[in-house]
């Protein structure tokens, strides 16, 4: 299975979708990505910073948004 099936797996449908509808908005701007680690912009009601790191045993994500820094859940 491919990494971002594996990642997606971890996101409700509702964020899911929002994401997709920010990407198809060119709202994302990937600024690093490596083979465990992406940090990336994205433009919503305000500009917010965005790292997923991952290995073979745990995700780690982080987020500005207010929905993460309340809920801790991506």
């Known amino acids: 299975m491919a990494t971002l099936d594996i990642l997606s797996e971890h996101f409700s449908r509702k964020t899911r979708n929002l994401g997709r509808d920010y990407f198809a908005r060119e709202a994302v701007v990937i ?10 912009l994205v433009h919503g ?4 910073e965005i790292t997923i790191d ?13 929905y993460f820094l309340e809920t801790h859940h991506p």
């Open 31 to 40: 600024s690093r990505a490596t083979p465990r680690r992406i940090e990336a």
């Open 45 to 48: 009601s305000q500009v917010y």
């Open 54 to 66: 991952w290995d073979e045993i745990s995700v780690d994500y982080d987020c500005s948004c207010t």
